[in-house]
Each structure stands twice: as structure tokens, then as C-alpha cells.
């Protein structure tokens, strides 16, 4: 159980245009999901955390605007990098809280790449 | 402020026993985890101490010195598999995970 995927695992896009991740909880329904940013060699890093129905709460440095989440289902939540550009390739990663405040389930990452 | 410090890179030899360190100050405290995170994938779950002392569970240990802020990972008979990063984490009064650097491991045959 508690089973966590994420869309697309790797993505290419152009300087300038938006790209779309889905994180979705398989067989769980998950109140909260968390995105996170991982740079090579370097740990994970919080950008926001989205509860259902309400809005994400973005960490500091972290721009609202060009990271949109929207989090409308228990089961779904989405991450749309706005006119990307290079310094946002990355390792996207999300992950869904569970019953317990400490679990957190983890998807399998979205390898972004902005040429 | 909030801080976890672990080695960035240790190196151990297939079929022998590596301690992975970790030292955290959080705001407040619920807990420490241990994942494990291979070159491109997504961390993996190994443990979640809360209470002082040793959980074990299988080749893997993870120990927890509240009054010390200090964990361990312990790893036993060591296989080429368990090359990866291991991140150490803390769980703070909000209950936001505080992510160390990870500790890139290599082992060798």
C-alpha cells in the first residue's frame, strides 16, 4: 500500500514554455502533498506543501507564480513550472502525507530538463 | 536555526558493516528518519526513530540519543546494492521534515 506515482518521469522542454507534473496517491487518499526540488548532489529541498482544496503554502524563495500547484482532489496534485527556464532543471519530487503527521510516501520523481 | 550534519561521502567494503552518523537541532522535535536514495530515483523509506535507542529491522539498525541530537545508520553485510545516498532527516515542531545533505556511500568489492 501506500503507493505514490508521479507524471511524467522525464520531461524536455523549450526555455519559455510550461510544463505540468502530476503526483498522484494510488491507494490512499492523501489530505497533504508536499513538492520538493532536488539539485545534483545536493539534498531535498521543500517548495511548498498542498492541502486538498485550499492553497499550497510556498516556502521562502520559493515564487508562487511560476510553481503553480493545485491540489483538487485527495488523490491529486499538480506542479506547472511556469515559463521554464534552464536554472529550473531539476529533480522534481513528491510526496503524500499519510494517517500518521510523520509519513510521508514518496513518488518516483520527474526529471526536468529546459534547453 | 535548523541544521542536520552527516558525512557527504564514506566508502566500505562489500560484506562488511558501515555507521552512517547524523546530528540534527530542530525547532522542536517528532522524530528521525533514515531514507535511502539511489542516483536519479526518489528516496525510499528505511526507518523513523522517536524514542532513545535501537530499532533494527533486518541488514539495516537506525539509533536515536534524543539528549545527544544523534543518529545512526547502521548498515550489516554490506552488498554492492546498498551503494546510494542516505539522508537523514528530522521532523521538527511543525511537523516539516529538515533534510540533511545525504551521505553518499560507496562500497567497494
Known amino acids: 500500500g501506500a503507493v505514490v506515482s508521479q507524471h511524467p518521469s522525464r520531461v524536455i522542454c523549450k526555455s519559455g514554455t510550461s510544463v505540468k507534473i502530476e503526483c498522484r496517491s494510488l491507494d490512499f487518499q492523501a489530505t497533504t502533498m508536499f513538492w520538493y526540488r532536488q539539485f545534483p548532489k545536493q539534498s531535498l529541498m521543500l517548495m511548498a506543501t498542498?492541502?486538498?482544496?485550499?492553497?499550497?503554502?510556498?516556502e521562502q524563495g520559493v515564487e508562487k507564480d511560476k510553481f503553480l500547484i493545485n491540489h483538487a482532489s485527495l488523490t491529486l496534485s499538480t506542479l506547472t513550472v511556469t515559463s521554464a527556464h534552464p536554472e529550473d532543471s531539476s529533480f522534481y519530487i513528491c510526496s503524500a502525507g499519510g494517517q500518521a503527521d510523520y509519513e510521508q510516501y514518496f513518488g518516483p520523481g520527474t526529471r526536468l530538463t529546459v534547453t | 536555526g535548523q541544521n542536520i550534519d552527516q558525512p557527504t561521502e564514506m566508502t566500505a567494503t562489500e560484506g562488511a558493516i558501515v555507521q552512517i552518523n547524523c546530528t540534527y537541532q530542530t525547532s522542536g522535535f517528532n522524530g528521525l528518519f533514515w531514507y535511502q536514495q539511489h542516483a536519479g530515483e526518489a528516496p525510499t523509506f528505511l526507518s523513523y526513530?522517536?524514542l532513545d535507542g535501537l530499532e533494527e529491522k533486518g541488514r539495516f539498525s537506525s539509533f536515536l540519543s534524543r539528549s545527544k541530537g544523534y543518529s545512526y545508520l547502521l548498515l550489516k553485510e554490506l552488498q554492492m546494492k546498498d551503494s546510494a545516498s542516505y539522508l537523514c532527516a528530522a521532523l521538527d515542531s511543525n511537523y516539516q521534515l529538515i533534510w540533511g545533505a545525504g551521505t553518499k556511500l560507496i562500497i567497494k568489492p
Open positions: 526513530n522517536v
Open positions: 498542498s492541502n486538498e482544496g485550499s492553497k499550497a503554502t510556498y
